[in-house]
């Protein structure tokens, strides 16, 4: 049971180039979130999956798309990487309104 | 979207001292209100939460007390360890989403 798994978990980009970030989850949960953290200001919301078949913006969806490919992979794209989505990476899973289980995160850099 | 304030931001406590982390929030009719803590270079882990409209809960050295009507709820660790050094963040569900306090960086000096 590896629970929620990320990959890569580093990346460099240089501006302008795309890259998709992976998260599968092995718990049957139907929702799942990307968040990005950046020094000082928690845990920011990119977008979210309450079930399989939708998803819904968060509070920082711009320069983002998301594709929920099955009930347990949801896929985060970047594509068209700014210095501005610096950050580490977190994907969750969770019933709806309930326990979030973190991935280990992605560590992206871009220059 | 939901307001979510954490205080405070850094806390250094000596070894068996007691910790209090407090979390304010604007609008949410949750019943359900999570801790998590963060170790270095790790995803967040919860370490407990409350299910309730008010009151109280305890698991070992931590617990965790909310006040719906006031609209604050808080972390409580007694007896603290080297080992809870962390960062704790607060969330507060709205919805399907949820809403993280901006994290509270605790430092537990031996």
């Known amino acids: 049971n590896a629970g929620v798994t990320q990959t890569p978990k580093f990346q460099v980009l240089k501006t302008g180039q795309s890259m998709t970030l992976q998260c599968a989850q092995d718990m049957n949960h139907n929702s799942m979130y990307w968040y990005r953290q950046d020094p000082g200001m928690g845990l920011r919301l990119i977008y979210y999956s309450a079930s399989e078949g939708t998803t819904d913006k968060g509070e920082v969806p711009n320069g983002y798309n998301v594709s929920r490919l099955n009930k347990r992979e949801f896929s985060l794209r970047l594509e068209s990487a700014a210095p501005s989505q610096t950050s580490v990476y977190f994907c969750?899973?969770?019933?709806?309104?309930?326990?979030?289980?973190f991935g280990p995160g992605t560590r992206l850099t871009v220059l | 979207g939901e307001n979510v304030e954490q205080h405070p931001s850094t806390l250094s406590v000596q070894e068996g001292d007691s910790a209090v982390i407090k979390c304010t929030y604007s609008d949410s009719a949750s019943n359900y209100f999570p801790w998590y803590k963060q170790e270095l270079g790790k995803g967040p882990q919860l370490i407990i939460d409350?299910?309730?409209?008010?009151g109280e809960k305890k698991d070992q050295r931590i617990a965790v007390t909310l006040n719906k009507t006031a609209k604050h709820f808080s972390l409580h660790i007694t007896e603290t360890q080297p080992e809870d050094s962390a960062v704790y963040f607060c969330?507060?569900?709205?919805?399907?989403?949820?809403?993280f306090g901006s994290g509270t960086k605790l430092n537990v000096k031996p």
């Open positions: 969750a899973s969770s019933e709806v309104a309930d326990t979030q289980y």
């Open positions: 409350i299910r309730s409209n008010v």
């Open positions: 969330a507060v569900p709205n919805f399907n989403k949820f809403y």
